[in-house]
């Protein structure tokens, strides 16, 4: 989810289903989500949202890697 100050809500930007539970990489799949007012703002907020199918009783690491495709108009 990407989020930006001076909005109330925010916007979903990637997603994915049904992860094989032997995975220790994922790539997540982009929605087609507007992201002009975002890009535009001085700053913007990515928050990640999990849900386990089990109870998880030890701490996972997340580390992201994010990459934006700009496009501009002149």
Request: charged share 20%.
């Amino acid at each position: 989810f990407i989020s930006t100050s001076g909005m109330d809500n925010e916007t979903e930007i990637a997603f994915l289903d049904n992860i094989d539970p032997n995975a220790t990489t994922i790539e997540l799949i982009p929605t087609n989500a507007n992201l002009d007012q975002y890009i535009k703002s001085s700053s913007y907020k990515l928050r990640t949202a999990v849900v386990t199918r089990q109870v998880i009783t030890e701490d996972i690491t997340v580390k992201t890697k994010s990459t934006f495709r700009v496009t501009a108009n002149l």
